[in-house]
């Protein structure tokens, strides 16, 4: 059972530099969003989408972009790293709202901009 | 709105002994609630939820939550600790009646360090 997938693990940027996290779910979940960890802080919704062709804001969108072309892939894009977004990133999707709306998360993406 | 509370960054158990993680929400009508664990460089592994029904909840790894709706609390229990249960602990809510707040309406709060002493 896959569930949710990110990749990479682990990626070290330097300032300016651009760079793509990968988020794939194989349980044809119709919600799927980004989240942030930092120390402290708890998680912090990036951006989300209710489905394919369909994304929109979380709390702290600003440096980074989101599609949803397929219902499996949500793929987050740096467009230009700064030493502020060091952070442990988290894919998660949910299930139907029949089923309680459990959230499955990946397994985290290391990133330290330098 | 939507909140979680975890008042407690630390809690520290003996092995053996019983522990609670606290946590206390508020919101506009009537709650979902959920327990999260992450382990050191992992994502976050889904414990136990509280939709409807018996406030006692039982969840994996022989955690338990009981729900108090006049105290608005959720707090995660186990009667006897492993050193294995070390580990960040989240709690989270969903008001019932709230599509918004993203795809999964999900507000957690900033986590509880669990550390178990042998």
């Known amino acids: 059972n896959a569930g949710v997938t990110q990749t990479p693990k682990f990626q070290v940027l330097k300032t300016g530099q651009s760079m793509t996290l990968q988020c794939a779910q194989d349980?044809?979940?119709?919600?799927m969003s980004w989240y942030r960890q930092d120390p402290g802080m708890g998680l912090r919704l990036i951006h989300y989408s209710v489905g394919a062709g369909i994304t929109d804001q979380g709390e702290v969108p600003n440096g980074y972009n989101v599609s949803r072309s397929t219902t499996e892939d949500f793929p987050l894009r740096l467009l230009s790293a700064a030493p502020s977004q060091t952070s442990v990133y988290f894919c998660?999707?949910?299930?139907?709202?029949?089923?309680?709306?459990?959230?499955?998360f990946g397994e985290g993406s290391w990133l330290t901009v330098v | 709105a939507q909140s979680v509370a975890q008042p407690e960054d630390q809690v520290n158990v003996a092995e053996g002994n019983p522990l609670t993680v606290k946590c206390t929400y508020s919101?506009?009508?009537?709650?979902?609630l959920f327990w999260y664990v992450q382990y050191p460089n992992r994502g976050l592994q889904f414990l136990l939820k509280?939709?409807?029904?018996?406030?006692l909840v039982k969840g994996s790894y022989g955690f338990e939550a009981e729900f108090n709706k006049s105290q608005t609390s959720f707090h995660l229990k186990k009667p006897s600790a492993l050193v294995s249960d070390s580990a960040l602990y989240f709690c989270a809510v969903r008001d019932i009646g709230n599509s918004g707040g993203g795809a999964d309406g999900l507000t957690f709060g900033k986590g509880t360090h669990l550390i178990i002493q042998p």
């Open positions: 509280y939709i409807t029904g018996d406030n």
């Open positions: 919101v506009s009508g009537n709650p979902y």
């Open positions: 349980m044809n979940h119709e919600y």
């Open positions: 998660a999707s949910r299930s139907s709202p029949s089923s309680g709306n459990t959230i499955y």
